[in-house]
């Protein structure tokens, strides 16, 4: 597995930013919260002990309770890389994340986001 330097980043550091890119376009921290659930597993608590804790990006997609089999639907460019050919698992992950907060921002709706019928 490669070594990117994101791995090591504390997720309570990026979260804000997703939060932010969620708000500026009128959506809520709940339903990042809600992405977040779907595509990881982790409840309010736990996440919240995610933040308090500084858990790296890495430990937080390799110990997630539950990576929703439903994620490998999610699909397209991100940073100019196509998802799918991403060998890497936790960059895929962390891309499928980025994915799932550009289709919330965008206005997408919740149905679709979280690929439900």
Request: charged share 35%; glycine share 4%.
């Given at each position: 597995?490669?070594?990117?330097?994101i791995?090591?980043?504390?997720?309570?550091?990026?979260?804000?930013?997703?939060?932010?890119?969620?708000?500026?376009?009128g959506?809520?921290?709940?339903?990042?919260?809600?992405?977040?659930?779907?595509?990881?597993?982790?409840?309010?608590?736990?996440?919240?002990?995610?933040?308090?804790?500084?858990?790296?990006?890495?430990?937080?997609?390799?110990?997630?309770?539950?990576?929703n089999?439903?994620?490998?639907?999610?699909?397209?460019?991100?940073?100019?890389?196509?998802?799918?050919?991403?060998?890497?698992?936790?960059?895929?992950?962390?891309?499928?994340?980025?994915?799932?907060?550009?289709?919330?921002?965008?206005?997408?709706?919740?149905?679709?986001?979280?690929?439900?019928a």
């Open positions: 597995m490669a070594n990117h330097r791995y090591a980043m504390s997720f309570a550091k990026v979260y804000p930013a997703y939060i932010a890119k969620a708000e500026k376009k959506r809520t921290r709940a339903e990042v919260d809600t992405v977040i659930h779907w595509l990881t597993g982790y409840d309010r608590d736990a996440l919240s002990d995610v933040l308090e804790q500084g858990t790296d990006i890495e430990t937080f997609f390799t110990k997630a309770p539950a990576l089999p439903a994620r490998t639907l999610v699909t397209g460019v991100i940073c100019g890389v196509r998802i799918e050919e991403i060998e890497d698992d936790i960059m895929r992950e962390v891309r499928y994340l980025d994915k799932l907060v550009d289709e919330l921002a965008k206005g997408r709706p919740m149905e679709k986001i979280l690929r439900t």
